[in-house]
């Protein structure tokens, strides 16, 4: 199992509505069957007291594994990379990371 | 319901074996019953084709609350902290996260 990770540092624009209400159900939609779960979180607070969070939000997308992963997302990739300005103007840090635990 | 994310820069040294077997079960220990669940990904490759993970490590660690997080931690924060340069000498990124999805 592996997930792909997406942080998006602190910027400006960050559209929690449209987020979560429209790109995240477009990549379930593009995405299956391949796509096993989606978690979010929203940063609220860095490690040391009185900071913010580093990542505004993060994603990650669960997959069987990378070629599963990379074989869905190919003939998408410009329709969910297209739509991110709609909500945020951050660039996210986008990684691949093998579940061990 | 919230995740503490610990993210470990790439690194000289990362020790898997120790991380694994010792760090986290003295953290599932400390931190019962507190904590709910750990996940655990090894970076194996970053967003770009042949690019490395920006993070070597992702930990993110589950709570019902920031509260219950804080209470659970201060008691145990120098065991915890102190133990990571048994494993690694990356300076771990921390934050908070509210769970949205």
């Not at 477009?26 to 607070?45: H, S, T």
């Not at 580093?54 to 990378?66: A, G, P, R």
């Not at 992963?69 to 660039?91: K, L, R, V, W």
Request: hydrophobic share 40%; proline share 7%; charged share 20%.
């Amino acid at each position: 199992m592996i997930k792909v990770g997406v942080f998006y540092p602190q910027s400006e624009k960050f559209d929690w509505d449209y987020y979560l209400n429209r790109h995240t159900p477009l990549i379930q939609k593009l995405l299956a069957p391949a796509l096993k779960k989606v978690d979010i979180e929203k940063g609220i607070a860095g490690g040391a007291p009185g900071t913010a969070a580093t990542y505004q939000t993060v994603c990650n997308l669960h997959f069987d594994s990378v070629e599963v992963f990379q074989t869905a997302f190919a003939p998408h990739a410009s329709a969910i990379m297209g739509d991110i300005p709609n909500y945020t103007d951050a660039q996210p840090i986008v990684q691949i990371g093998e579940v061990k635990m």
